[in-house]
């Protein structure tokens, strides 16, 4: 598939980072498998990719759906899903569930609420607690698609909590979470924002003197690698890493606004929180910062802001309460008996409940914004998954995972498929190779696989 | 009885509910000075009395739905009673003749008597009704230094039954602390006004089954809240309190005067415009319902019997 | 005023560092003298020891605005968000040798600069730090700008800019002032280059042989500059110390005493101290709103009373080491400490008249010590309840420097059940967790010391009983034996770790890294430096910055090294 070389394509250089101001053939190199890159110029819809995260997991027995394949029956954790679209269908016709996918151990540490996450998201064992041995898979993905746009990744958290995050560059450098509504709103839609329906573009001659004050400090940092250590040579590449998204960023500011017929700027949200108040995480408060950010999100991704993002709505050690109680969702899931008659501890399960009744609102907002054909879900993969899957002893086996999106048609949506044990890693390799990576295989040990799910992948 | 709205009221209440954001007010840091034994402030400079800082204050209203509040129909005690006095010791009025002829209310228990003769204004003006203008304005005014109250308890040896105990209530010009849940906190630290005029006469009283009677006693409640810089004036004044963990809840009852309802109320909103609505002709024949303080002179009956209820948490006291 | 007494102190330090000691050429590796300063012996400067590995240090948040401040102006407005620290083994000063800077990282830092050069060069503020005026203020001057580049520059990378730095930048400030037809406008953008330059985002800490002994290395004196300042301003060097780095007049024994001497003696040294206890004591939590309360459950813990219980440590704890010397063991017990009314009320004592006063909690009362004040005990506590597990955890890592073991593999947590209600207090539901062999290991290290405070509420508020019971905060620590808090805190004083561990942390605050093998030996004699002049805060400073492990390194830090 050839497209026709825009004024972007002049300016926005090649993947691996040069040549930025020539015209350049239209190379494959802009284009991944799909011809999907390029958004501009009337091309097709950029397909997007994001994780989803809640904390402490679901009850296996209820969260599972009883029957595979297309049109699964929906279990009783994930009757959020029934709710109906105003584009047609259901939720849960968009949504694909995994269960049964095992998070590996080989004898490793199952360190608590962090084996799961670094696993699930890097295929390697945890070294350390909360330490990921590799970049997780948002980065990769990142990596790949995230020079196109203005952001690389949005990693924004409902928790209130910036360090909470499992966005990870490398064991030791972590992404960190934007949590204010009024701050992403800044960011994203503050002056430079490219309104595409504010009249005819400007450039800002100040995103072009910016450049030139970036190549001043690239200077700085080859200067300073012949006089540190390996270690520090290292800090220093990602630093370099950072500068550059920076400059692509300020390149693609200098291409103008994105031709997405789906793109305005969203409404300011306004100002967070009252004085003398903080981000608490009760579970309305949360459910509140979690729709500003995700409406801010959808915006984001209509006007091609960004193509990668992380969204949390609550942490591994989930501080979810309900207003008036004196303890939290994770203590609960530790400290809460099991009720002989139901079967299941009712307070901890109420948070189930409401992290997969957040999940739905997350997916139904992503299916209001049309796009195309159809609606922007269509144009997502979004991963959801969590820390374990029974949290009253940190269970890592079948940990949940769910697929929302058609990723521009590469996959099929609203398919249960059982794990039988198989690696929690097959997901991850799906979810890699869907986004047009060129990966045939990912994990170590028991981790370690080349099956991806099929039964999704178109 | 026109709906009216009061503009003064809404211009000044309006005011009020900016200024009572319940913030306390920030003085600038001093300086850290040398750590002393007991150092310039200690556990000896509170009064010994039990302190308490008023946390609600307002006008007594009947236990009903807000939301069917506002019909002027609905609003009445009906079978719940007033829990108030019998301030003048008769059913009906003054000595006879009958000098200031009324109805009584019944007490929750059914016993007549019950004095609450400003009702009958009250639940003509919207603004006074519960959770309007002013009821708001007064209870925001309690918690932020526009009006705060303290009160002190004397001579208690036993907080369910004591059969001698003395009731003092004091303006202050300190602002109570306000938590995250819009309340006031206890253990806080006040000081009583510094201006004796404001300083209520002591009242002797006693606890029964944890329920503290005492009275009378005449108080000077300072306020300043915008445009009216003044003190409600009440004398003969009578309260019950249910005494809790740290807490005092109930209700205080005594006469105020046409006068100073007039200073406070009548006077400013008909001098202050705009004040469409409000009728300074029509103030002041509902003052003509005044059940008491009968003035042999003039022939007039010159105050109102009120009950406020009021809510108090622990606080310490100082001079 | 809270500085150190100056003139007893450079008497005294002289005192032990000239005496009785031949000069530098006299000095040898074999009699423990360290690099080029004279010394007493190994009783004095310490054992011969190799510091650590060094790596560049990124600016904590804290630090890049002091250090704006410092350098631009108090006036200007930093954005408070940029990267956020990171925390490793216990300290922000530790993870700031590991981080780097990502890309959402990057872009807050070139916005906050964007900013900082803008106000730090407008017309109100520029005369500060311009001292020429530009030929013609609507285009390039060459001359002028050099000037401030070159100026500024020192201060920003805390070293003389190379001239290709300087002409890099002069080259920024006359296209983008020629571009934009305002001169002031193209010097900000030379400034936003300084600002964003990882020679000022990191500290750059250098190391070159001994000219004493070429086997060993030591930092350059613009390094040891770098770290003095940053260890007790918790900011930049200022140009006097940078003159005596750069003048090769810093790493004698008497300029580098009197340097010391002179920073611990500044106002700006509260700053410092204020800087180590609030990372240590993780107070940064209490800054970025991570401490939260219920609302319904403790409506007191408003965010002024989570400013003021911070404020009140440090003001104790600055109070007690700096403007009274006292013995640092006794911050575990001493009654006297600050107040403000929000903290008074929740203490539940009177406390009247406006702000910040002093206060001492009463003889027969039960608060004495750090580990009685609402600051510590909101921290060390969930949002709707106390929790000895977190407090005990607290002791032991923070104050002991003990470890505890992570969780063990596949813990199966089912085994702890909540007895419907009938477990009434925190020590009988924690019974549970120690009469499985599995738990017990590590929670008898943890839940005792905690259960000590369980009269204090997950926001440090007295209470005798819990659910009507009363609340029994007896217990053991290492072998000494307490009633109540009170007791805990003087068992805590008594306890032999105590000093090393206070020791050891300010040790790896100070270069950045956790010790390794070579620096353990220092840590003992600082230790005992600090037990000799009887726990004195002034005493433990002095000598660290002194000794070897501050002033050389076994090298640049490799990458197999910083994975260990």
């Not at chain 3, 510590?376 to 073991?405: D, N, W, Y």
């Not at chain 3, 004083?493 to 093998?517: F, K, M, Q, W």
Request: negative net charge.
């Amino acid at each position: 598939m050839k497209k026709r070389i825009s004024r972007r394509t002049v300016l926005r250089g090649a993947v691996a980072g040069g040549a930025v101001g020539m015209g350049l053939p239209l190379l494959d190199c802009f284009l991944n498998e799909n011809g999907t890159a390029l958004a501009q110029g009337g091309g097709p819809i950029p397909v997007r990719f994001g994780t989803w995260f809640w904390g402490c997991g679901m009850n296996p027995a209820r969260w599972a759906p009883p029957t595979e394949g297309l049109g699964y029956e929906l279990s009783e954790e994930l009757q959020s899903l029934d709710r109906p679209l105003e584009s047609g269908g259901k939720i849960r016709d968009h949504v694909s569930v995994f269960s049964g996918f095992d998070v590996k151990l080989d004898g490793n540490p199952n360190y608590p609420h962090g084996s799961g996450p670094a696993s699930n998201l890097t295929g390697l064992f945890a070294p350390a607690d909360g330490v990921f041995a590799a970049p997780s898979i948002d980065v990769l993905i990142a990596r790949e698609i995230g020079g196109f746009t203005r952001f690389r990744s949005l990693q924004l958290s409902a928790t209130g909590d910036r360090n909470q995050t499992y966005s990870r560059e490398s064991e030791s450098i972590r992404n960190a979470s934007e949590i204010s509504p009024m701050e992403v709103y800044a960011r994203i839609f503050g002056p430079d924002f490219a309104d595409p329906t504010a009249g005819p573009f400007m450039p800002n001659p100040r995103w072009t003197l910016r450049k030139s004050v970036l190549s001043a400090v690239k200077d700085d940092r080859d200067k300073l690698m012949s006089r540190v250590g390996t270690h520090d040579k290292q800090r220093l590449d990602q630093y370099f890493t950072s500068v550059r998204q920076l400059e692509q960023m300020l390149d693609v500011l200098l291409s103008g606004p994105p031709d997405l017929p789906s793109c305005r700027r969203a409404d300011d949200p306004g100002p967070d929180i009252l004085e003398g108040e903080v981000f608490q995480n009760d579970v309305d408060s949360v459910n509140q910062r979690h729709g500003a950010l995700a409406d801010l999100l959808t915006f984001a991704l209509a006007c091609d802001q960004t193509r990668v993002f992380n969204m949390m709505f609550s942490w591994g050690i989930s501080g979810l309460y309900v207003p008036g109680s004196n303890t939290t969702h994770h203590q609960l899931t530790h400290d809460e008996s099991i009720d002989t008659e139901l079967g299941y501890q009712p307070q901890a399960t109420q948070f189930v409940m409401v992290s997969m009744s957040a999940w739905a609102d997350f997916v139904e907002k992503l299916a209001s914004i049309p796009e195309g054909d159809g609606t922007m879900l269509d144009n997502c993969l979004v991963f959801a998954n969590s820390d374990l899957s029974y949290a009253k002893p940190h269970d890592v086996r079948g940990l949940p995972m769910m697929i929302a999106g058609s990723a521009g048609g590469r996959i099929t949506p609203g398919i249960h498929v059982k794990g039988n044990t198989d690696p929690c890693t097959r997901v991850g390799l799906t979810v890699q190779q869907a986004m047009g990576l060129p990966i045939d295989a990912w994990g170590v040990n028991s981790l370690r696989t080349s099956l991806p799910v099929s039964e999704i992948l178109v | 009885m026109k709906n009216n709205s009061l503009n003064w009221v809404l211009a000044v209440a309006l005011g009020f509910a900016a200024a009572a954001c319940g913030s306390t007010s920030e003085v600038a840091e001093g300086t850290g000075g040398t750590g002393g034994a007991g150092g310039t402030r200690g556990p000896g400079d509170a009064r010994e009395a039990m302190g308490f800082v008023i946390g609600d204050f307002g006008f007594l209203y009947p236990d009903m739905d807000l939301e069917t509040y506002p019909n002027m129909e609905n609003t009445d005690f009906g079978e719940e009673g007033v829990r108030g006095f019998d301030l003048d010791s008769q059913i009906g009025g003054g000595p006879e003749p009958v000098a200031c002829p009324h109805d009584d209310f019944d007490a929750p228990d059914g016993t007549p008597g019950i004095d609450y003769g400003l009702w009958s204004f009250i639940r003509q003006y919207e603004p006074m009704r519960q959770n309007q203008l002013i009821d708001s304005v007064i209870s925001s005014a309690v918690k932020n230094g526009e009006m705060s109250i303290v009160m002190e308890l004397g001579g208690v040896d036993d907080l369910v039954n004591d059969d001698e105990v003395t009731v003092q209530i004091f303006s202050t010009q300190d602002s109570p602390l306000v938590g995250t849940d819009g309340k006031v906190l206890p253990n806080g630290t006040l000081a009583v006004h510094p201006d004796t005029a404001y300083h209520g006469t002591i009242a002797t009283g006693e606890i029964k089954d944890g329920v503290l009677v005492a009275g009378p006693f005449d108080v000077g409640l300072k306020f300043n809240i915008q445009i009216v810089d003044s003190a409600m004036q009440l004398t003969d004044t009578w309260i019950r309190l249910a005494l809790g963990d740290g807490t005092a809840s109930g209700i205080l009852s005594g006469y105020w005067s046409v006068a100073q309802i007039d200073e406070i109320i009548g006077y400013p909103t008909a001098h202050n415009g705009p004040a469409a609505g409000f009728d300074y002709d029509e103030f002041w024949t509902a003052m003509e319902a005044a059940d008491a303080g009968y003035d042999e002179a003039s022939g007039e009956c010159t105050s109102f019997t009120t009950v406020f209820r009021l809510d108090a948490v622990t606080a310490f006291l100082t001079d | 005023m809270t500085h150190y007494r100056r003139g007893s102190r450079i008497a005294a330090l002289l005192s032990r560092f000239l005496s009785g000691c031949a000069v530098v050429a006299g000095c040898t590796v074999a009699v423990g003298c360290g690099s080029d300063i004279s010394g007493d012996g190994p009783e004095v400067r310490g054992p011969a020891v190799e510091g650590g590995p060094v790596a560049l240090r990124r600016l904590t948040s804290q630090q890049y605005t002091q250090s704006i401040h410092d350098v631009l102006g108090e006036d200007i407005i930093v954005a408070s968000r940029v990267e956020p620290d990171a925390r490793l083994e216990g300290l922000l000063g530790v993870g700031a040798s590991f981080v780097s800077v990502t890309p959402s990282g990057f872009e807050k830092y070139e916005a906050a600069a964007t900013a900082i050069a803008e106000q730090a060069l407008s017309s109100e503020l520029r005369g500060a730090i311009l001292s020429c005026e530009p030929s013609s203020a609507s285009g390039a001057d060459d001359v002028c700008a050099s000037e401030f580049i070159a100026t500024i520059g020192r201060r920003l990378f805390r070293r003389t800019l190379t001239e290709d730095e300087v002409a890099m930048r002069v080259a920024i400030a006359a296209s983008s002032g020629s571009e934009l037809g305002d001169f002031y406008a193209g010097l900000e953008l030379a400034l936003t280059s300084l600002l964003v330059s990882p020679n000022f985002l990191f500290r750059v800490e250098e190391i070159e042989p001994d000219p004493a002994d070429a086997s060993r290395l030591r930092l350059t004196s613009t390094s040891v500059a770098t770290r003095l300042s940053y260890l007790i301003w918790n900011s930049t060097p200022d140009d006097e110390l940078l003159d005596a780095a750069e003048s090769g007049e810093l790493l004698g024994a008497t300029n580098l005493t009197a340097q010391a001497v002179r920073l611990l003696d500044s106002p700006k040294a509260e700053a410092g101290i204020r800087a180590f206890f609030s990372d240590l004591l993780t107070f940064r939590r209490i800054d970025d709103g991570l401490v939260r309360k219920s609302p319904t459950e403790f409506p007191a813990f408003t965010l002024t009373l989570a400013g003021d219980a911070k404020e009140q440590t440090l003001r104790t704890i600055v109070d007690h080491l700096v403007t009274n010397e006292l013995d640092l063991r006794e911050l575990y017990t001493t009654r006297n400490t600050f107040l403000t009314p929000s903290l008074g009320s929740v203490y539940a004592v009177p406390f009247g008249g406006g702000q910040w006063g002093p206060y001492e909690f009463a003889a027969d009362g039960p608060r004495a010590g750090l580990l009685s004040h609402v600051s510590l005990m909101a921290i060390t506590a969930h949002p709707g309840r106390s929790s000895a597990t977190l407090r005990g955890k607290f002791v032991r890592e923070v104050l002991l420097c003990q470890t505890i073991p992570d969780p063990p593999a596949n813990v199966d947590f089912s085994i702890v059940e909540d007895t419907d209600g009938e477990l009434r207090t925190a020590r009988e539901r924690l019974g549970e967790h120690v009469t499985n062999d599995a738990c017990a290991g590590c929670h008898e290290l943890m839940d005792p010391i905690g259960l000590a405070f369980e009269n204090f509420d997950a926001i440090g508020a007295y209470r005798a009983q819990e659910n009507g019971v009363e609340i029994d905060a007896s217990g053991n620590l290492d072998g000494q034996a307490y009633d109540d808090a009170i007791g805990m805190g003087q068992a805590l004083r008594d306890h032999e770790s105590l000093g090393p561990c206070i020791t050891r942390n300010l040790y790896r605050y100070a270069v950045g890294h956790n010790p390794v093998s070579s620096e353990q030996d220092l840590l003992v004699f600082l230790n005992d430096q600090l037990a000799a002049s009887g726990y004195r805060w002034g005493s433990l400073i002095e000598a660290l910055v002194l000794s070897e492990g501050f002033l050389t390194a076994s090298g640049q830090r490799e990458a197999e090294e910083a994975a260990q």
